[in-house]
């Protein structure tokens, strides 16, 4: 088993997964007396996706080359990802504007490693931007 | 009401100025979007929903299509300047469409592809018009167990959206399938898949997912990287742009082919404008008297692949408006669009919404003949949106989809979902497991639960519904039949070369 091999770790996710869908299912009714029951739908396709996946791990394990990931370009990417959940709860503590802005400026600086004062003048003017185009202009509540 | 009527009323719909507004500013945005690589059609009507919610119905949808048909104009502009395709149907474009920009043609290819989308456009509109109301007439006859099949048809055609790995298209519309099914059963008081979390108890929103999967999720992709591309230099004058007369002899049968085989593919759910564009390439160049010029800059080269994916927006609206069946990822948001807003696509939808359907054919009308305007002068303006900075536009797509978000829920808890989300559609891009099935999934879910679970209680239990009535059967078979083209060799080659 390959670390990077990403097929078989995605695989072994979605068994999880349908395990759980398929575990949930069982304890809802299968038929009632008017017909099919809440667990019905959910335990047919969590059957049909734990097979898939399951078939989709035998694949990787037979005949799947390790697939190589990307780690810089995915580094970036979780980067911001995680810049984002830091920035809704910034939008609970501080509000949107605050929030939005410092997203922003991580972007800009950190991501582009473009000057802080450009950097600046663009989380500024887009946080500005969306307090004067959504409330002030379109009345639509920011977070 | 005749088509005739229909459209006369349409076009009362459409010509009030408030419609006009909103289909110049879709075709508008749908162009500029077009012409950004990486930010597709269904990542910005899924960050717009929300802000329709404040429009009315007719105009929301016209703006809406507006961007839909509008990305096909400009996804040309950046295949014939950076090489670079501003949506996966301008893939084929890059052919010949760059080698023509080398060759310091630039304006004629753009000139070309803005007029093929117009006829094209134009034919596929037509064709919407004189297909969908008596398609709509069959399919009422239609009671759960065809809709049941109908659904299941649909999703079927997830094998034709699929990338590289049928399973992984499989695997991604059944999580689809699972996150429509979060939340309380419709038919009893259990509440299904909720964590114990009181806000999941009325399910995730469409619009979550959408703009999670979509516009997060491609904006993280975007992030990898902060390489931004040269794009190749477009001629200034409206002389410059318009092709020769012998360009245009040359793309006759371009067009014609485009036009239909656009629309055809566009009709069939889940053969998308990629295929459409691909096929009517290959089509062009099999008749061609010069084939050996495809690839190096043949005006037909651009012309027909164009032509096919714009005319494949009219043909990709008859099953949506008509049978309730999205064949694409942006048909999906479009359809959530109509049920957000309260209406039912299928059957009943056109005799229903006469003012909609008929009004949004009419703005198709005036949509591309505003496109064919704003692209063949305006296209150096279009242009100058590639020079926009990725830490400008980036974290501007971020804001936006954050508060179309709560602009739905007020729930900053759906905020944190759509953060989840974009960081779900991140992964399965980078694994390579396909969007548009899970969105499809996610759409036809509900109501494919809800039509099985409803002929269930018709039949008693007996599953042999489904079987025994012609419509069914007949549905039933065909999906099985397409779920099995990935087992024939040259239909799974076809697939796999029109996907490259």
Redesign the interface.
């Known amino acids: 088993m390959k670390a990077r091999n ?2 078989l770790w ?1 695989g072994l996710a ?1 068994v999880a ?2 395990a759980y ?1 398929v575990v ?1 299912a069982s304890g ?2 299968y ?2 007396p ?5 667990g ?3 335990l047919w ?2 059957i ?2 734990l097979v ?2 399951a ?2 791990v035998a ?1 990787s394990l037979l005949h799947g080359e390790p ?1 190589r ?2 780690w810089r ?2 580094g ?3 980067a ?2 995680a810049a ?2 830091v920035s ?1 709860l910034l ?2 503590l501080a509000g ?1 504007v605050v929030g ?1 802005a410092a ?2 400026f991580f ?2 600086s950190v ?4 000057p802080w004062p450009l ?1 600046a003048a ?2 500024i003017g ?2 500005g931007g ?1 307090y004067l185009v ?1 409330p002030l202009l ?1 009345g ?4 | 009401m005749d088509i005739l009527t229909g459209l006369m009323h349409g076009f009362a719909v459409a010509l009030q100025p408030a419609n006009l507004l909103w289909c110049f500013v879709g075709v508008l945005l749908g162009t500029v979007v077009g012409v950004m690589p990486g930010l597709g059609p269904p990542a910005t009507i899924a960050m717009l929903l929300p802000l329709t919610f404040l429009m009315n119905p007719a105009g929301a949808m016209i703006m809406l299509a507006g961007i839909y048909y509008g990305a096909k104009y400009g996804g040309s502009t950046t295949s014939i300047l950076l090489n670079v395709p501003g949506e996966s149907a301008s893939v084929v474009t890059c052919l010949d469409g760059y080698a023509m920009a080398r060759k310091g043609r630039a304006g004629a290819a753009l000139g070309i592809a803005a007029i093929a989308s117009f006829v094209a456009g134009t034919v596929g509109v037509v064709g919407l018009m004189l297909v969908a109301p008596p398609l709509a007439k069959v399919a009422l006859a239609f009671s759960a167990p065809e809709y049941f099949s109908l659904m299941a048809l649909g999703l079927a055609m997830v094998v034709l959206l699929a990338g590289r790995s049928m399973l992984k298209a499989l695997l991604a519309m059944l999580v689809g399938l699972w996150i429509s099914g979060i939340g309380t059963d419709p038919f009893s008081t259990t509440s299904r898949f909720t964590f114990g979390r009181l806000e999941l108890l009325s399910g995730i929103d469409f619009v979550v997912v959408a703009i999670g999967v979509f516009a997060l999720g491609e904006v993280l992709a975007c992030m990898e990287t902060r390489a931004e591309g040269q794009a190749l230099p477009v001629p200034r004058g409206l002389r410059n742009l318009l092709p020769t007369v012998q360009d245009l002899k040359d793309c006759r049968f371009a067009f014609v082919n485009g036009s239909v085989l656009g629309f055809l593919i566009g009709v069939l759910p889940g053969a998308g404008s990629t295929i459409a564009s691909f096929i009517s390439y290959g089509v062009e160049k099999a008749v061609s008297r010069r084939p050996e010029e495809f690839g190096k800059g043949a005006v037909e080269g651009v012309a027909a692949p164009e032509g096919a994916n714009n005319s494949e927006t009219g043909g990709a609206l008859v099953p949506l408006l008509t049978l309730g069946i999205p064949g694409s990822g942006t048909t999906a948001v479009l359809l959530a669009a109509l049920v957000l807003w309260g209406f039912k696509p299928g059957p009943l939808f056109i005799s229903e919404n006469p003012g909609l359907f008929w009004g949004l054919v009419a703005s198709m009308y005036i949509g591309n003949v505003m496109l064919l305007v704003l692209n063949l002068p305006l296209v150096p303006l279009f242009a100058q949106v590639l020079r926009t900075p990725g830490y400008v536009l980036y974290p501007l797509i971020l804001g936006i989809s954050i508060v179309g978000v709560y602009s739905v829920s007020g729930s900053l808890f759906d905020v944190s979902l759509v953060v989840a989300f974009g960081l779900l559609g991140y992964v399965m891009r980078k694994l390579d497991y396909p969007a548009a099935p899970l969105i499809l999934g996610l759409v036809l879910g509900g109501g494919m639960e809800r039509a099985l679970r409803q002929s269930l209680m018709m039949s008693q239990g007996d599953l042999a519904i489904l079987v025994t009535r012609p419509i069914c059967a007949a549905l039933l078979a065909a999906a099985v039949l397409i779920l099995f083209v990935p087992l024939f060799n040259k239909l799974n080659a076809w697939r796999l070369q029109a996907l490259e």
């Not at chain 1, 991501?111 to 473009?114: I, T």
């Not at chain 1, 639509?140 to 977070?143: A, G, I, S």
């Open positions: 990403a097929d995605s979605l997964l349908a869908v949930q809802w009714d038929s009632g008017d017909g099919p029951g809440a019905f739908f959910p396709y969590g049909v996706m898939l996946a078939a989709l694949s697939k990931v990307d370009g995915a970036r990417a979780l911001v990802s984002l959940a809704v939008f609970k949107f939005f997203l922003a972007i800009v991501m582009y490693r473009r950097a663009v989380a887009l946080a969306f959504f379109l639509v509540n920011l977070p």
